[in-house]
Every structure is written in C-alpha cells, then in structure tokens.
Nanobody, 129 residues
Framework: VQLQASGGGLVQAGGSLRLSCTAS????????IGWVRQAPGKEREGVSS????????YYADSVKGRFTISRDDAKNTVYLQMNSLKPEDTAVYYC???????????????????????WGQGTQVTVSS
C-alpha cells in the first residue's frame, strides 16, 4: 500500500487547512484510512479515520467538531478538513492505513492505538498564535 499525503502548511489560529491522502495498492476492498499526528516531545495521536466498508468515522476528542474526514472513492483520496485550528494542532500529520473490515467501534480502537500497518510520509501543520 502506498500513501501520499499533502496539504500541510502554516496558518494562523482560527484558520483552516485541508489535508489529502491518496492511496493505492490495496489488496482488499475493506480498509481504513486515518490521520495520525505527532508533535515534538509528545506521543503520537490518532486524529481521525474513515472506513471503506460503510464510511464510519472516528474523531479524537481533541478535534471533534473542528475536523471533518471524507473520502472520494473515484480519486482514491481521503481528505481531512481542519477548521478553527489551534496552536496545539501543530504537528506532523501522517496518513496511515490498515486493511480489514472495520466498523464504528473497531475503527475507534484502531485509531486510538494508531497501530496502522501502512504509513505515508508526514506533512507539517503549523498553527501560529
């Protein structure tokens, strides 16, 4: 599986960014694509995920209500729309995936653990105060 992330940048607090993750190479129709972030000196945090099976989504409490994950199957791309950004959202954001059949409960567990099998390169998001 190959994952290509893009869309990071520098934005002021309260601003918005949209991250994109283009995926290829899945050997199953069932998989999860998620976003995991890591800030300097902090543990990685599973931010959001979406399933291919039924579009179930998961959001970490820290981003709920501000971030929206979506997918465009025709483009094999998952988006993370990030609104009302805060300085504490500053991190490297990684696109990651896991093949398998996941629904709402299991995708939450997967994302919280951030134990995805495949990882893309990170994209830096910096939010200035």
């Amino acid at each position: 599986v190959q994952l290509q992330a893009s869309g990071g940048g520098l934005v002021q607090a309260g601003g918005s960014l949209r991250l994109s993750c283009t995926a290829s190479g899945f050997t199953s129709n069932y998989y999860v694509i998620g976003w995991v972030r890591q800030a300097p000196g902090k543990e990685r945090e599973g931010v959001s995920s979406i399933t291919s099976s039924d579009g179930s989504t998961y959001y970490a409490d820290s981003v709920k209500g501000r971030f929206t994950i979506s997918r465009d199957d025709a483009k094999n791309t998952v988006y993370l729309q990030m609104n009302s950004l805060k300085p504490e959202d500053t991190a490297v954001y990684y696109c990651a995936s896991e093949q398998g059949l996941y629904y709402s409960g299991s995708v939450a567990s997967l994302t919280r653990s951030a134990e995805f099998t495949s990882w893309g390169q990170g994209t830096q998001v910096t939010v200035s105060s």
